[in-house]
Structure formats: C-alpha cells, structure tokens
T-cell receptor, first 115, second 112 residues
Framework: AQTVTQSQPEMSVQEAETVTLSCTYD???????LFWYKQPPSRQMILVIR??????QNATENRFSVNFQKAAKSFSLKISDSQLGDTAMYFC????????????FGQGTRLTINP | DAEITQSPRHKITETGRQVTLACHQT?????MFWYRQDLGHGLRLIHY???????NKGEVSDGYSVSRSNTEDLPLTLESAASSQTSVYFC???????????FGPGTRLLVL
C-alpha cells in the first residue's frame, strides 16, 4: 500500500519570501504521478502542480516548482515570491499510473503568508 | 465551461437516516471518485468508478454505496447515517487519458 507523509502540520512566512513544503511517500511501484493540491478557505481543491515519476526534470508552474528525488521518495514544493493568496492547506498526493488513478493524500500542511 | 458540481453543499441529518449526495460532471470523464476529508487524515477514498455500471470500493467504503447509471453522475449514498460519517465529502473526476483529477466544491455533512 502507498503512503504519503507531510511532516510539517503548519508553516508561516512573510509575503515575498520563499517557502518549501516537504512530502515523502512510500511505494513499491515504479510508474506513478505526484501532485500538490491547494485548498484555500473556500475548501475548493485546486491542482498546483503535477510530476510524472518517469520524468527526471522537475516540474514548474510559474512561482511553483518541485524538487523530486525518486530514490529518496521525496517530493517537496517550493513557492517563490509568496503572496497572500497562497495562504491555504497544501496536500501532497500520489497515484499509480495504470487504470483509474486513485489518489492517496498526505495529511496536509497549513501555510500562512503574513503581510 | 466544463465543471463538476455537488449538491447539497451543506446537509444536516439524523442518525439512521438514508442520505444521498449528488455529484455531476460535464467533463465527459470516465473516472469518478468520492473522498471524505477529516481533520488529521487528509482526503481518503470512499468509492470510485471507471465507467458506467462500474463501481469499486476504496479505503473507507463501509456504510457507503454508489451507482453509476450514466457518465455524468456518481451519487453517494449513506445507507444509515452515523455520527462517524460527519465529514466533508468531495467528488472528483478524471479522463481516460488526462490523469489529473478535478474536484467538486465539497459537501459538508453533519450527522446528529
């Protein structure tokens, strides 16, 4: 069975700073996807970024980037130039590639961006 | 624009009652999922469907059922609501080729 662990329940940084959220996972599978989802106070789950395990290059989306270390089973999210609108719960998630992708989520990290 | 909707957004019910939460998507996605979100657990998979007439149990399926009679809808039924089923429920869908799951806005359920 796959597990996802987010070891930082809460984090807080000042606006414009860079912050890194940690995620580790455990699996025996070789082909899978990793995701970061954002959940603002509205509760809507919003995809932030996605990484395919077979790709060596780290995914980037504007101010968001990941550090994917497959051997270490680590998948951290870096937010650059943080903004007040980045305040949210962030969930790391894992899904194997074959068939319908059942997401396995971590417990979440509550990120607060202070003005 | 394609979307995924859930109804109701908020529901209060009593222990023992049957409750059905609706999920409707206009993405024409084959795959649909139901998750529950509780403090300290993130989101956990309840049931999922790969297509019409297909349903499968997830990690926390006890006390829940689903049916898939068309592509667009996957209603979640609580056969006899229990206080332990107080939670926020999310529906999600994904296409056969595009694996990213898109989530509905969630339903907050309170079982008294």
């Amino acid at each position: 069975a796959q597990t996802v662990t987010q070891s930082q329940p809460e984090m807080s940084v000042q606006e414009a700073e860079t912050v890194t959220l940690s995620c580790t996972y455990d699996t025996s599978e070789n082909n899978y996807y990793l995701f970061w989802y954002k959940q603002p106070p509205s509760r809507q789950m919003i995809l932030v970024i996605r990484q395919e395990a077979y790709k060596q290059q780290n995914a980037t989306e504007n101010r968001f980037s990941v550090n994917f270390q497959k051997a270490a089973k680590s998948f951290s999210l870096k937010i650059s130039d943080s903004q007040l609108g980045d305040t949210a719960m962030y969930f790391c998630a894992f899904a194997i590639i074959q068939g319908a992708q059942k997401l396995v989520f971590g417990q979440g990290t509550r990120l607060t961006i202070n003005p | 624009d394609a979307e995924i909707t859930q109804s109701p957004r908020h529901k209060i019910t009593e222990t023992g009652r049957q409750v059905t939460l609706a999920c409707h998507q206009t993405w024409n996605h084959n795959n649909m999922f139901w998750y529950r979100q509780d403090l300290g657990h993130g989101l956990r998979l309840i049931h999922y469907s790969y297509g019409v007439q297909d349903t499968n149990k997830g990690e926390v399926s006890d006390g829940y059922s689903v049916s898939r009679s068309n592509t667009e809808d996957l209603p979640l039924t609580l056969e006899s609501a229990a206080s332990s089923q107080t939670s926020v429920y999310f529906c999600a869908s994904s296409g056969r080729i595009q694996e990213t799951q898109y989530f509905g806005p969630g339903t907050r359920l309170l079982v008294l």
